[in-house]
Every structure is written in structure tokens, then in C-alpha cells.
């Protein structure tokens, strides 16, 4: 996916970039290759592929929430900064906050921050589930982009989201996921209203965003420890 056919398709979408969100994609992508050079961000690394699998896939989650509100939405395991860097760019009314739990990252996307010019937009360096112990039902909509198992997802995002606020795993083929995580929607009080499935532009690989909402407060004891929520899934 060219820059021309990036604009393109979000352009059918009416999202339409100015300049600045434009150039900011840009200085991103290549504060994204500097970085990586240093330490292992992405495998993706072609400009077209970056656009196509990492930008644009991370849009795709306006599909499930509307991003022009002015929500705080929280990104767990943000990793080189997908998702939640890109829609701070293309909706700046978010307030965001990023969750890494490797140092390394976190002042890479401290940098990016700065150098973009991003305001409103937090970096915190935490386990999702050490940060979750702490910090409950603050964020409108958390998200997370190919990160663990959706089990242990729900149990580490629920206690932070609000109560009627709402988690968006954004995932690929997620079906089996979906079958083991029943105990884990009754338990932390959740409810699927929303899946929604579709093909990447050009490549066609699959993408399904879940739209969970929070029904009530989570009960203290979750998030468990990280061993425990691996050893003794919900």
C-alpha cells in the first residue's frame, strides 16, 4: 500500500489527513526504522508494508468505536507503538495512554512523542496487569493489537476499563479464542455486542475486531498475577 493509496482508502472511510498528520505518519515511519536498528521493533519494515499492515490495520479500530469523541483509550502491550500512536496522530482529540512493560520501548516511544509533537498521550512503563492492580475503570476503551491470548487479555484489561466502557481486541482468526473465553465473560462481567470481521486491503489476510462492554465493577481479585493467569486460565 503506497502513501497515494494509504490516503486513498481512508478516504472512503471519510477520514481525510491534513498535512501535518501526514508528514507526522512519515516522520514516524522513519523514526520506526531508526529505532529498529537498535532494537527489535518490527519484522515490517517496507514502507508499503508498514502503511498497509501496521498504519492502516491500526485505523481499522474506528470501524468498531467512534475515535472523534473525546475519550481516553488505552493501548496495552503497544509494542512499537500499533495502535496507539497512529490514532493519537489521525484523532487528535484522544487522549491516549501507552502500556509496554520493556523499558527499551517505552523511551523509543517517548522519543517518537516528542519528536511528532503529540500531546495528551502517556507512555507508562508497566506489565498490563501490575498497572491494572492500581489503576481501575479509568479508560473509555481499552485496546490491544495481537497481544496474548484473549483470556488473559479480558483479565488484564477489565479492572481498568469503566464500567459500561468497552475492551477492542483487535485480532486476527479468533474463533477457538472465542470458545475458551466464555468463564472469563461471565466472571469479569462482560459482553460481546459486537464482532466484527474483515480482509486487510490487498493482502486480504483476516482481521476481527471484538467489541466487548463492561457491565459492572471487577471483583478485586483480578488481574491475578501474570504466572497465575498463565498457569490457571480463566
Known amino acids: 500500500m503506497t502513501e497515494e493509496e494509504f490516503y486513498e482508502y481512508l478516504k472512503k472511510e471519510n477520514i481525510i489527513l491534513n498535512d501535518k498528520q501526514k508528514q507526522q505518519l ?11 536498528e537498535k532494537m527489535n ?15 492502516y490495520d491500526s485505523l481499522t ?11 481516553h483509550l488505552c493501548d496495552v502491550g503497544t509494542g512499537a507503538g500499533f495502535p496507539g500512536i ?4 489521525v484523532f487528535p482529540n484522544l487522549k ?9 520501548r517505552t523511551n523509543y516511544l517517548k522519543d517518537v512523542i516528542a519528536r511528532l509533537g503529540l500531546t495528551n498521550i502517556t507512555v507508562i512503563h508497566s506489565r498490563g496487569e501490575d498497572y491494572a492492580k492500581k489503576n481501575r475503570e479509568i479508560f473509555d476503551v481499552v485496546t490491544a493489537r495481537a497481544v496474548t491470548n484473549l ?14 466502557g468497552y475492551i477492542i481486541p483487535m485480532k486476527a ?9 466464555k468463564k472469563a465473560f461471565s466472571l469479569l462481567h462482560l459482553t460481546l455486542v459486537n464482532k466484527i470481521c ?8 483476516t482481521r476481527t475486531l471484538l467489541v466487548i462492554q463492561k457491565n459492572q465493577k471487577t471483583d478485586f481479585k483480578y488481574p491475578r498475577h501474570a504466572n497465575e493467569i498463565k498457569k490457571y486460565p480463566l
Open 61 to 71: 479500530l474506528h470501524n468498531a468505536y467512534d475515535l472523534t469523541q473525546p475519550i
Open 173 to 181: 482468526n479468533v474463533e477457538e479464542e472465542l470458545k475458551s473465553a
Open 96 to 104: 491516549v495512554t501507552l502500556i509496554d512493560s520493556l523499558q527499551k
Open 26 to 36: 512519515d516522520t514516524f515511519y522513519h523514526l520506526l526504522l531508526a529505532w529498529n
Open 198 to 205: 474483515f480482509l486487510l486491503p490487498i493482502e486480504n489476510s
Open 41 to 55: 521493533l518490527t519484522r515490517i519494515t517496507e514502507k508499503k508494508e508498514v502503511y498497509l499492515k501496521h498504519f
Open 151 to 164: 483470556n488473559a487479555l479480558l483479565e488484564i484489561c477489565a479492572p481498568m476499563t469503566k464500567v459500561n
Open 86 to 89: 497512529v490514532l493519537k496522530i
